[in-house]
């Protein structure tokens, strides 16, 4: 059969999609407001639906092992087996949420420095920091079976992530620095979730500045102190927006998104979910 005779118009897929935000911002929340979701748990987000009715409440997967002396469970393969059983089981759950990819990255770290017995992921792999490219390359097979799973069982994939803050220059010449987020990991493992997510979304409290004062010339007097609204935004695009250079969708959202209790507007923007 010719290329031509096997060449197909594109569907929609189910998407894939990273979550970035402060603890504490309402991540988990979100996550399992997707339809029919089940968490696997690199932390212990279960205690956030404790007042939840019963049958609102989401399913979680047992807790991944953490790396500890003397244990033999490892944290990697268990959920890699834990993704197998979401592939070849029966089941009706539609997204698999994480809960977070940056807990499991610490796991990971911390599970190749106690293989090698060495301190730190550093000094793993044989030292110079080739540690940090294992555990990047563990993402790496984490990520292709998330995507196995959503290519035979239709299920979407939330990946929950923290904020992480680096500060960078446009040039080494410049001398002024500013703050960008990114994922709360290395860069070599978070690069991954970035280009291999439809989306990459972060949530952030609305703040403002109150106390302030400058002078004539425009130099500040008084430093003011940061409040929060309360409010909540998604922010879908790092166009125009300071700071949120790794913010991106497929989806033709708008930059930034009120984010209420209780509600998921992330869905009415992705044909799958409609």
Not at 92 to 120: C, H, P, W, Y
Not at 189 to 208: G, M, N, P, T
Request: aromatic content about 8%.
């Amino acid at each position: 059969m010719s290329f031509l005779a096997q060449a197909t118009k594109p569907s929609n897929k189910p998407p894939m999609i990273t979550i970035v935000g402060s603890a504490g911002v309402g991540k988990t929340t979100l996550g399992a407001s997707f339809p029919a979701p089940i968490f696997i748990q690199a932390e212990d987000g279960a205690s956030v639906f404790e007042s939840w009715d019963e049958d609102e409440k989401p399913t979680f997967l047992p807790a991944l092992p953490k790396p500890t002396k003397g244990k033999t469970a490892s944290t990697k393969d268990t959920l890699m087996a834990q993704l197998r059983e979401l592939v070849t089981a029966e089941h009706d759950f539609k997204t698999l949420i994480v809960d977070s990819i940056t807990s499991l990255n610490v796991m990971l770290e911390g599970e190749i420095a106690q293989r090698d017995g060495v301190g730190n992921v550093a000094d793993a792999s044989g030292g110079f920091h080739k540690g940090y490219l294992e555990v990047a390359q563990w993402h790496a097979d984490f990520i292709s079976a998330c995507d196995i799973l959503r290519k035979m069982r239709g299920m979407s994939i939330v990946f929950l992530a923290h904020t992480g803050i680096e500060k960078v220059k446009n040039s080494p010449s410049e001398t002024t620095e500013y703050a960008v987020y990114g994922i709360d990991m290395h860069k070599k493992a978070a690069s991954l979730y970035v280009s291999q997510s439809d989306a990459v979304l972060y949530v952030k409290k609305e703040e403002f500045i109150t106390g302030g004062a400058t002078d004539k010339k425009g130099n500040t007097t008084k430093a003011g102190r940061v409040m929060q609204t309360g409010d909540r935004k998604i922010i879908t695009s790092g166009d125009g927006l300071v700071g949120y250079v790794s913010a991106k969708n497929r989806y033709n959202m708008p930059s930034e998104i009120d984010l209420e209790a209780g509600e998921n507007p992330i869905l009415q923007y992705i044909k799958f979910f409609n």
